[in-house]
């Protein structure tokens, strides 16, 4: 479920740097192709919505052991929030631009 996007036209493989770098534009262009590539975010807002009820659900759940303090919850919500940050442009994918907008 979780991997690197590919580009849609070459299938070319892109670095995680890469990915994380042009996450936040709406297109890139392809090295391989040049072809220019949508991205496409959807799959990291779920991604990321899940893994936020994942954490507050599992810090309700420590809350309910007695000898718990408040330094190891948010110690696991740190590692959570970090490790969330790190998956997400895992969840990113790039789809292929409106082709044929000038004359054909
Ligand atoms: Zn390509």
Redesign the pocket.
Known sequence: MLKLP???????RFLYRQVQESRHQKTII??????K?KIYRKFEYVFGLFMVLALIGLNWLFLTVPTMNLWFLLAVTAIGVVVLYFLLPYAVRFRKTRERETHS
């Open positions: 590919l580009c849609p036209y070459c299938e070319a392809c090295p391989h192709c040049n072809n590539i």
